[in-house]
């Protein structure tokens, strides 16, 4: 009890735990395992603290009231006890885990009777790029949805290896440069939620994240059109500015995309389409610094 007391001070600023406040079927589902995954281990660490206590008390030098048994060496008990309950905790967690991994494998489409809706991720440096390949928009650090609508991420990176992760709907990812990755989510109710990099990925790392809105789908029809007033269009001039590294705070709307873009900026890594492209432009150095 002691130590809890004198760990609380430095729990304060735990006040947001999101893990523990999931919007989303993904997050839900892992919030459940690490719950699990945390009873099951206090099986283990409660009794280990209580011993750790208990036993020197009791058989300190000055107790003289406690049994003294010098030749003692072994009790059957004892061995089945410290080998059954942690092969059964094991075991439990093993099938937990396999079922789960399989059940919440990023790359599986979420069920439900709404249209999942397509989003393009680029990470850059340091920035996030959402391109809408249905709607012909992209905005940068900003990521609008509808919810309880699927959504149906393909993420990649223009720089070093970083990490897409929007905590309070679950399941982080790498974007990697010349490759893609998937993953689906679904918020489950409206809000806002912090998007962010999980991975380090030089001197702008700290600020490299994103705001992410759930909302109606009629909010989400007029942000659509709102983002078609803008007068800038994402084309390959437009983007070379954007990828050049820098920290930007601000949100930037673009009115439309130069077609093949995503692509574009997957296929520039790899040596066996990088011929093909569509769009022109030297391929980016992929420092972090």
Known sequence: MATCLCLLPLLGGCNEMVLFNPKGPIGESEKYIILIAFVLMLIIVIPVIV???VFPLKYRESNTKAPYEPNWSYSRKLEIIMWVIPFIIVFILSAILWRETHRLDPYKPLESNAKPLNVEVVSLDWKWLFIYPEHNIAVVNQFVFPEKVPLSFKITSDTVMTSFFIPQLGSQIYAMAGMTTRLHLMADEQGEYTGQNQQFSGAGFPDMSFNAKATSQASFDSWVQQVRQSPTRLDSARFAELRKPGV?????????????????????????????????GAAHSGHGN
């Open 51 to 53: 011993m750790s206590i």
């Open 248 to 280: 930007s705070q601000s949100v930037i709307y673009y009115s439309s995309i130069e077609p093949g873009l995503f692509e574009h900026i997957v296929n520039q890594y790899n040596p066996m389409t990088r011929g093909s492209n569509v769009m022109g």
